[in-house]
């Protein structure tokens, strides 16, 4: 906040005459002012080249130098998919009950379908606790919108995660030789997840500058979620003082959703749609209102 006052006047004659000074003052802004969808939207869309841009970086920087290149978005995935195949398919017998068989490659495409949504969300979540404190020049010497980071690491993410839906729908077409119709349903299904992911980064973001062992804490949080998530077993296995903490479970709906358009051509519950979208939005503004309301302290503690 700028506040200009006036220095007194002298009484002895042949002085220069009065100067304005220039105060600053520090105000702290409140959060709320920055609960605003359209200002949010704004925000979004009046920095988007450089989303854009920040977002091809990352993509392109990741595998640069590398032989396979693009390749290892989905060879890891499928790797760990052989690995926890072969634990709970094989030795485990796990299985959905709304697959159309009851066998191993069902089995196996539903848990491909569990972990691009939380590999997805792991990785923002991990990469969110250092992506402030790793840009320092832009914190101190420019005047950048930070708040476009997390989007670009968002960006970045949502890239490798449909290169994983598109081997999802090729497997599952190898293996039934159907598309679903409800394939068309996606979007609709992903956008709680991107909200989700959006809010999530943006706190973890501005966390990780004042707190830097959050990325132990988060990191350890990344591995357990695959295992409090219906990832490896459907969540009508779960015994039911456990169930209604898995159904709570932001990430338990995008994966079920998930599954039941893209494997088994169900069209997803639109309340519980409804739902997830009103929760994870409210996630994404409070996390943008939290990150905007911090930011401009950033500078004092890098």
């Known amino acids: 906040?700028?506040?200009?006052?006036?220095?007194?006047?002298?009484?002895?004659?042949?002085?220069?005459?009065?100067?304005?000074?220039?105060?600053?003052?520090?105000?702290?802004?409140?959060?709320?002012?920055?609960?605003?969808?359209?200002?949010?939207?704004?925000?979004?869309?009046?920095?988007?080249?450089?989303?854009?841009?920040?977002?091809?970086?990352?993509?392109?920087?990741?595998?640069?130098?590398?032989?396979?290149?693009i390749l290892w978005s989905f060879?890891?995935?499928?790797?760990?998919?052989?690995?926890?195949?072969?634990?709970?398919?094989?030795?485990?017998?796990?299985?959905?009950?709304?697959s159309q068989s009851d066998g191993l490659g069902d089995f196996a495409l539903a848990l491909f379908g569990g972990l691009i949504v939380i590999n997805t969300f792991g990785e923002c979540a991990?990469?969110?606790?250092?992506?402030?404190?790793?840009?320092?020049?832009?914190?101190?010497?420019?005047?950048?919108?930070?708040?476009?980071?997390?989007?670009?690491?968002?960006?970045?993410?949502?890239?490798?995660?449909?290169?994983?839906?598109?081997?999802?729908?090729?497997?599952?077409?190898?293996?039934?030789?159907?598309?679903?119709?409800?394939?068309?349903?996606?979007?609709l299904v992903w956008g709680p997840l991107v909200f989700l992911i959006l809010g999530t980064t943006w706190f973890l973001a501005s966390l990780g500058v004042f707190i830097r062992d959050i990325h132990y804490a988060v990191m350890m949080c990344t591995q357990v979620l695959p295992f409090v998530t219906p990832v490896f077993y459907p969540v009508s296995a779960v015994p039911e003082p456990f169930r209604t903490l898995v159904v709570l479970n932001p990430l338990t709906p995008v994966v079920e959703n998930l599954r039941a358009i893209i494997l088994w051509g169900l069209v997803p519950s639109f309340r519980a749609l409804a739902l997830s979208f009103l929760v994870s939005g409210l996630v994404m503004l409070v996390g943008y209102a939290w990150f905007m309301k911090t930011k401009k302290a950033f500078a004092d503690v890098l």
């Open 1 to 69: 906040m700028t506040t200009r006052a006036r220095e007194p006047r002298p009484r002895a004659s042949g002085v220069a005459p009065l100067r304005t000074v220039t105060l600053i003052t520090s105000r702290f802004d409140s959060i709320a002012r920055h609960l605003n969808p359209r200002g949010l939207a704004r925000t979004l869309w009046r920095n988007r080249d450089l989303i854009r841009q920040f977002t091809r970086r990352d993509i392109e920087g990741r595998y640069r130098g590398s032989f396979l290149g």
């Open 75 to 98: 060879v890891n995935p499928l790797i760990l998919l052989a690995v926890y195949t072969l634990v709970f398919g094989v030795i485990f017998r796990g299985r959905w009950r709304q």
């Open 126 to 187: 991990s990469r969110a606790t250092g992506l402030i404190v790793s840009v320092p020049n832009y914190v101190k010497k420019v005047v950048f919108p930070l708040e476009i980071l997390p989007v670009s690491v968002l960006g970045a993410a949502l890239f490798h995660a449909l290169v994983s839906l598109i081997v999802l729908v090729l497997a599952n077409f190898v293996l039934t030789g159907a598309v679903h119709a409800t394939l068309l349903f996606l979007p």
